[in-house]
């Protein structure tokens, strides 16, 4: 299925095997198979093809859309208007796993055939749908520590946060917790990547996994992991009237001073501007010069919330070898819980 073929070896129309719907008591007939479109595509190792049919039946009672989802052909089909060659998502998943991400893949193939592929997102979640629809055996670790390593590394990742008001995040019950059944949470991560290919965006989308307290869980590996998790970032939410004024006692001078001077020289100018402060000069420069102005509790304020952003990046768990065997999406500030959580979990 997933070996090669060249671009004619491919249907011009594709239409679901199915003739009776599997749901229904006495599994009525369906609907006579109506046309989707015309202009589908097929993402191949190859390049493009274009102008392909694709059809849809529906069942008469309980409406069920029954489409081509077979992979006899070597096809996969995301949405019924983007179709990806195994050859290719195979292709996908080993660059993946040796560090090459999917829009580079994509650059390489574009500049390989001389095509414009579709968008990197749409090829990246047409990815993701056929990785959710594999049973893959996951025996991710580290040769040298094995499932349990004996020292590890803890760290925080900032790059990437969740540009949402934590206060916008519901509370949860008075008994709740902070367990997680890891295997339940990341099952409906798999539907929601497998229903992306039937909603046209997330907000329509009923299995969109949104970021709460009650329902996020950390990846851990199935050897390495507890049955039940942890995540009580829900205990970090203050008792005081003022959450601002909570998160900024909890954070040192020195540890914005560290974080400022991990900043692009770009980043540190705008902060100074936004201050007040004058932006000429090297990034040592503007970095002493909002540290003389942070006395001043306006200026502190602003570089806080510019710097700890809108939640807590990642934290992830490594053993001495640099092999990652735990990470958790904060939702919150990073604090000492969150590795705690990790460690129990």
């Given at each position: 299925m997933t070996s090669?073929?060249?671009?004619?070896?491919?249907?011009?129309?594709?239409?679901?095997?199915?003739?009776?719907?599997?749901?229904?008591?006495?599994?009525?007939?369906?609907?006579?198979?109506?046309?989707?479109?015309?202009?589908?595509?097929?993402?191949?190792?190859?390049?493009?093809?274009?102008?392909?049919?694709?059809?849809?039946?529906?069942?008469?009672?309980?409406?069920?859309?029954?489409?081509?989802?077979?992979?006899?052909?070597?096809?996969?089909?995301?949405?019924?208007?983007?179709?990806?060659?195994?050859?290719?998502?195979?292709?996908?998943?080993?660059?993946?796993?040796?560090?090459?991400?999917?829009?580079?893949?994509?650059?390489?193939?574009e500049g390989l055939r001389g095509e414009k592929y579709p968008s990197r997102n749409i090829i990246f979640h047409a990815y993701c749908h056929f990785e959710a629809l594999t049973d893959t055996e996951y025996t991710y670790s580290c040769v040298n520590c094995g499932f349990y390593p004996p020292v590890v590394v803890m760290d925080l990742h900032r790059k990437g946060v969740f540009k949402l008001a934590v206060s916008d995040l519901k509370a949860p019950p008075d008994d709740y917790n902070g367990e997680h059944d890891i295997d339940s949470y990341w099952n409906s991560v798999h539907l929601a990547m497998i229903s992306q290919g039937f909603f046209q965006s997330s907000a329509n989308n009923p299995f969109t996994v949104s970021p709460s307290y009650e329902h996020w869980a950390p990846w851990i590996g199935s050897e390495t992991r507890s049955g039940t998790v942890l995540n009580t970032e829900f205990k970090k939410v203050p008792t005081c009237s003022s959450s601002t004024e909570a998160q900024l006692s909890s954070v040192t001078e020195d540890h914005l001073i560290d974080e400022l001077a991990k900043q692009k020289v770009g980043v540190v100018r705008k902060l100074c501007k936004a201050c007040n402060i004058d932006t000429k000069g090297s990034r040592l420069d503007l970095i002493t010069r909002l540290k003389e102005n942070m006395k001043s509790r306006q200026t502190y304020d602003k570089v806080f919330q510019s710097i700890w952003g809108a939640s807590g990046g990642w934290s992830v768990i490594l053993c001495p070898h640099g092999i990652a065997y735990s990470i958790k999406f904060n939702l919150r500030a990073e604090s000492p819980r969150d590795f705690a959580d990790l460690l129990l979990s």
């Open positions: 090669p073929r060249m671009k004619m070896e491919y249907p011009k129309q594709f239409f679901p095997l199915e003739k009776t719907c599997q749901l229904c008591i006495g599994h009525p007939a369906l609907a006579e198979a109506v046309l989707v479109t015309k202009k589908a595509r097929i993402v191949s190792m190859m390049g493009l093809i274009d102008n392909i049919s694709t059809y849809h039946s529906i069942c008469p009672q309980c409406n069920m859309e029954y489409r081509y989802q077979e992979w006899k052909e070597g096809l996969h089909n995301f949405d019924n208007h983007i179709f990806l060659t195994l050859e290719f998502c195979v292709f996908l998943r080993e660059n993946v796993t040796n560090h090459v991400s999917v829009s580079r893949v994509v650059d390489s193939l």
